[in-house]
Each structure stands twice: as C-alpha cells, then as structure tokens.
C-alpha cells in the first residue's frame, strides 16, 4: 500500500536557527508533494505544492526563502524551515499523491516544531 | 474568503446518538478527503469521495457536488470516537487542498 513517512517526528530548536525535515514516499512514485503547517489551535495551511516538471508554488505568505523545498526524485522531499521563530512552531505535514489531479493524497504522520 | 466551512465546530452527544458533520465549499470540487485527527496530530484518512457516497462500518460519507457540500455521519457513536474531524477539499482546476477548521467531536457515556 501507499505510505508516506516523515523525519523526525519531533524536533526542537533554538529561535533563529534552521530546522529541516523529510518526507518519503513509500510504495509509489510521487508525482507530487504539497507540505502544510498547522499552527496551534488552527487548521493545516498550504505552504507549496511541488509537482513534477513543475516548479515549486508557494502560496501567500510563505515564501522559497523562508521555506526552502528539495524534491528531486519521486518518492523524497525535504523542507527547511530557516530561521525558525516562535510563529513557525506547530505540524508540518506532508501529503503526496501518485498521479495528476483525482487522486487521494497520502499524507505522512507530521513533524511537529517547537522553537524555543 | 473562506473557501470550506466546516460546521459545526464543536459537537457533544451521548454515546449512541448518531453525529452529521458537514463541509460546504464555494468553489468548485475536484475531490474530498475526510479526516480523524490523533490526539498527537497526524491524520487517519476516513474516506476520499469526490462525489456520491461511500460507507465504512459505522462511518458514511456523502458528497453533493451540485450542492457543494460534504457530510461525514457516524452512527451509534462510541466514545473512542471523540476527537477531531477534518475535511479537504481539492480545488478544480489545480492540486490545491485546503483544509476546513474541523469539528472537535466529544462523545459522553
């Protein structure tokens, strides 16, 4: 079946230093890979979609320089969150889908951020 | 504006009683995704119904694209069903999920 793993689960870091996590697809080949942030008390936000042949789209307030992406193959992603700060603790999950459009995207169990 | 309002927000029953949960969205709907959100925050897929209806168990979804809306019925609720209920939709048009705010379910015995 479609799996989607994320490294590490958890993770702290001092405020003003960078942070980066994984995420694997497992049992597909991800065509694409969306990562979203779930702050405390509110629901999960999009912060870029990265396609395939595609460059990557970041949405409003999050930006390639704040929130640098790798996907260079079909089953691995990785985000770096630099210069993390209090307002960028929470959830970061991400969720990969096989295919274009029309598909469930699987998503991983998340990697929690706390910044100190 | 908001593109998925989910609702209701918060939802008490006694054990037993049957929950309706809804998501309505003003654009248009390429697929829905339903979720149950761990206490530890990552997300157990319930059901992925671009339309029409689809059953598991106790669990039902119904999607009415005309309608744009979306439910998610339990029945005979069960106390390990407590907790947070999330729907996703995927835009029309391109891959964007947006998520709604959720329901935070609390069965009582």
Redesign the interface.
């Known amino acids: 079946g479609a799996l989607v793993y994320q490294y590490p689960r958890r993770t702290i870091c001092k405020s003003g230093t960078s942070m980066r996590m994984e995420c694997q697809a497992v049992g597909f080949q991800a065509t694409s890979v969306a990562w979203y942030r779930q702050s405390p008390q509110k629901t999960f936000e999009l912060i870029a979609l990265s396609t395939v042949n595609s460059a990557i789209k970041y949405e409003q307030n999050f930006t390639q320089e704040k929130f640098p992406i790798s996907h260079p193959n079909l089953s691995f992603s990785s985000m770096t969150v630099l210069n993390a700060y209090l307002e960028d603790r929470g959830l970061y999950l991400c969720g990969a889908r096989e295919g274009f459009s029309s598909y469930e995207q699987y998503f991983g169990p998340g990697t929690r951020l706390t910044v100190l | 504006g908001q593109q998925v309002q989910q609702s209701p927000a918060s939802l008490v029953l006694q054990e037993g009683e049957n929950a309706e949960l809804q998501c309505n969205f003003s654009t248009s709907l390429?697929?829905m995704?339903w979720?149950y959100q761990r206490p530890?925050?990552?997300?157990v897929?319930l059901f992925?119904n671009?339309s029409g209806t689809k059953q598991s168990g106790r669990l039902t979804s119904t999607t009415v694209i005309k309608e744009r809306r979306s439910s998610l019925h339990i029945s005979s609720s069960q106390i390990t069903d407590s907790g947070t209920y999330?729907c996703?939709m995927?835009h029309y048009g391109n891959?964007?999920?947006?998520?709604?705010?959720?329901t935070k379910l609390t069965i009582k015995p």
Do not use: D, V
Request: charged share 20%.
């Open positions: 390429n697929s995704q979720f530890e925050g990552s997300l897929s992925y671009p999330l996703a995927e891959e964007k999920i947006t998520f709604g705010a959720g």
